[in-house]
């Protein structure tokens, strides 16, 4: 992936971030063209559109703009299959220790981070699960894994591909409310209309790479982000 364009950072002031004229490439196809986007501070945010129109593409290129403050929920989920969902989930804070104790702390969990854990766990109705493997989880699990994931590592910005794609209605909403509290500012892939407009105030839609709607929330209707779906 190659991108350009001038990106405009600043995280002691508003805004979060600038994307100006960014373009980003895939062996020199074209998958973003002209994106404009200031992303401020305590923002929720909705990314909507079919499917191959860019979604991915832009949390990838804001990920990369700003990976220290940014937890990232991977539409893959990103989880290591052989491992528990314990060691997936402490994977959240990996930077935060050193290797030495990473390693140990794989070889025999410390209490004190397993009690951490579980406590993340229970938010998403996977305290049981905490020495499971990943590999014997549901769509579900893993999904809720993953959230998880990102509930424990924390920071600024979250960016999430479509993170409840494979949970029943109820608990998606659950999981947009917690995840929308636990970080300031949020950007959410979804394709869910209904779930873009009840826990984002902001939505931008993406059609063919380029940005076609950024607008607040309550000037939109579901009809309006069903168009973005029609050719
Ligand atoms: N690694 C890659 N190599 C080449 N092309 C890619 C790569 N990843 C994505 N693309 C292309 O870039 C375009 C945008 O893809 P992207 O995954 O960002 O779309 P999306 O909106 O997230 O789709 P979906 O809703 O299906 O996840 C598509 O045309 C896709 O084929």
């Not at 129109?53 to 804001?62: D, H, N, Y």
């Not at 935060?96 to 794989?106: P, V």
């Not at 949020?186 to 009840?198: E, G, K, P, V, Y």
Request: include cysteine; glycine fraction near 6%.
């Amino acid at each position: 992936m190659g991108s350009s364009g001038l990106i405009v950072i600043d995280t002691q002031t508003q805004p979060l971030l600038s994307l100006v004229n960014a373009e980003v490439r895939y062996q020199g196809n074209v998958a973003l063209h002209d994106i404009n986007l200031t992303i401020q501070k305590g923002e929720k945010i909705a990314l909507i559109g079919r499917s191959g129109s860019g979604k991915s593409t832009l949390l990838k290129l804001i990920y990369e703009t700003l990976p220290k403050i940014t937890a990232l929920v991977p539409q893959d989920e990103g989880l290591v299959e052989s491992l528990s969902v314990y060691h997936n989930v402490y994977m959240g804070r990996l930077r935060a220790h050193s290797w030495f104790y990473n390693l140990l702390n794989l070889i025999r969990p410390f209490k004190s981070r397993v009690e951490e854990v579980n406590a993340i766990l229970e938010k998403v109705e996977l305290q049981d699960k905490c020495f499971d493997v990943v590999k014997q989880l549901s769509g579900g699990q893993r999904q809720r894994t993953a959230v998880a994931r990102s509930l424990y590592q924390g920071g600024e910005l979250l960016l999430a591909d479509e993170p409840v794609s494979a949970v029943d209605e109820l608990q998606a909403g659950r999981l947009l409310q917690m995840l929308s509290t636990d970080f300031s500012t949020t950007l959410f892939a979804l394709h869910d209309t209904q779930l873009a407009l009840s826990h984002c105030t902001r939505v931008i839609g993406l059609h063919r790479g380029r940005i076609v709607l950024d607008e607040p929330s309550e000037h939109l209707s579901a009809a309006d982000l069903t168009r973005l779906y029609c050719d």
